[in-house]
């Protein structure tokens, strides 16, 4: 992970999504597990989200 984020330093790129939360978690010292706890709960909401907009487009769709 040092390596991918020395490399978005170095590009001037800005991380998103999950790879800037994840730098930000292990630069406040969060363990292993915690981080793949964290990427667990990161991509579950993800999913919840999509199902919910998805929901919400096909009842707009068909009003």
Do not use: P
């Not at 981080?35 to 707009?60: P, T």
């Amino acid at each position: 992970m040092a390596k991918e984020h020395r490399v978005i330093v170095e590009t001037g790129a800005k991380a998103r999504g999950w790879d800037a939360l994840e730098i930000k978690l292990k630069g406040r010292g969060l363990s292993v597990a915690e981080v793949q706890e964290a990427r667990k709960s990161f991509y579950e909401g993800i999913e919840v989200l999509s199902k919910m907009f998805l929901s919400a487009y096909d009842m707009e769709k068909k009003e």
